[in-house]
């Protein structure tokens, strides 16, 4: 995959970067999804996060991450559906928002390691942007177990 990371905090450590960038690349062989996926990660502060938090979802509070997942349908624009593939073009699945803030704070009142709250972040948002959701318990029932056989696959065990 193609991951760009972008820390506007200019303060994550490089291994907290390489964390993210492993769990996520472990995430997509998961899922199948094509070597040149592209997607982001961008880190902000709680007060960043709790700002778009406001602005996208009318929630006044920060957050652990926020996806916005890039739904295109080339039909809509009269490609065809298999675009893509056709003109060997990667396709971007989104982008996550993420307060390392928050997840140290959710990894204290969870009392597991920040690493384990961070790569819980990750696929949690991951999840999102490759169309899984946990707001009706037949999604959920999907998306949570899911979320916990990556991580522990990967050695993010509660």
């Known amino acids: 995959m193609d991951i760009q990371i972008?820390?506007?905090?200019?303060?994550?450590?490089?291994?907290?970067?390489k964390l993210v960038e492993d769990v996520l690349e472990?995430?997509?062989q998961k899922l199948e999804l094509a070597e040149d996926t592209e997607m982001s990660v961008t880190f902000v502060t709680n007060e960043r996060i709790r700002q778009i938090n406001q602005e996208y979802r009318n929630t006044d509070r920060a957050t652990d991450v926020i996806s916005f997942a890039i739904e295109e349908d080339p039909e809509e624009e009269g490609l065809p559906a298999n675009f893509?593939?056709?003109f060997d073009i990667p396709k971007n699945i989104g982008d996550l928002f993420v307060s390392l803030e928050k997840a140290a704070e959710q990894a204290e009142t969870y009392g597991h390691s920040f690493e384990r709250e961070l790569g819980y972040t990750m696929v949690h948002g991951f999840l999102h942007l490759n169309g899984y959701d946990h707001i009706h318990t037949e999604d959920e029932v999907k998306m949570i177990p899911l979320q916990e056989t990556i991580l522990d696959e990967f050695g993010l065990k509660r």
Not at 6 to 17: R, S
């Open 84 to 86: 893509e593939e056709l």
């Open 26 to 28: 472990f995430a997509g």
């Open 6 to 17: 972008i820390d506007e905090t200019k303060i994550v450590p490089e291994a907290q970067i």
